[in-house]
């Protein structure tokens, strides 16, 4: 059995997504393990609490004086608990890279739109939807990627696509790309490493 660790700053709905599906045996020989929070108020630590969650951390940015050191707790953390999986789920840091190196092909991290559109710097929460809305495409949906030294860089394992309707406000849209994409994208693609399923070779993610 795998252990599972999820990092969370907000309300963690895709923890939750993680979690419901665990609970229906849907997560195959993977467990929500750990979660660890960069925010004390963050609602994901009570829906980690109400779940059972072995291990419960808040890492908070503001007691480190830089990001590497930040990073660096996260990872003797992680590393203390024998993590085999980082799942970042809502996560509004940028990982080090030398994080991004310990942890090669092992951090997932979903991201609101179908990349490469919309993604990268500064490209997060409610800005994806304004900008697919401003450029008026008429499909997007969520990406499931595994993490490297570049913002929603790495390579792809899972996409999902949902229509742009007319009338859509960027609001809307955020809920329908959680709701038909990202809740069921990220427990996927969690169960499928759980399962030895991803084969990374280059850039390119294939499902054995």
């Given amino acids: 059995m795998l252990k599972i660790a999820v990092l969370v700053s907000g309300g963690g709905s895709n923890l939750q997504a993680i979690l419901d599906s665990a609970s229906r045996g849907e997560i195959i020989n993977g467990k929500v393990y750990a979660v660890i929070s960069s925010r004390e108020d963050a609602y994901a630590l009570k829906r980690a609490e109400a779940a059972g969650v072995e291990h419960i951390k808040v890492i ?100 999902k696509s949902i229509e742009v309707r007319d009338g859509d406000t960027p609001e809307t849209l955020q809920r329908r790309v959680m709701e038909e994409c990202e809740w069921v994208l990220l427990p996927e693609a969690v169960s499928l490493f759980c399962q030895g399923r991803l084969e990374v070779c280059g850039n390119h993610v294939y499902i054995k």
């Fill in 60 to 159: 908070s940015p503001k007691d480190f004086e830089s990001r590497g050191e930040f990073t660096a707790k996260i990872t003797d953390t992680l590393k203390s608990l024998d993590i085999d999986l980082v799942v970042l789920a809502g996560f509004m840091h940028v990982l080090s890279d030398d994080f991004c190196r310990e942890y090669r092909n092992r951090v997932m991290n979903v991201h609101p739109s179908l990349i490469p559109a919309f993604c990268g710097d500064g490209y997060y929460g409610l800005r994806v939807h304004k900008s697919v809305l401003d450029y008026g495409v008429k499909v997007t949906g969520a990406t499931v990627h595994f993490v490297n030294e570049v913002t929603d860089g790495g390579p792809i394992i899972l996409q």
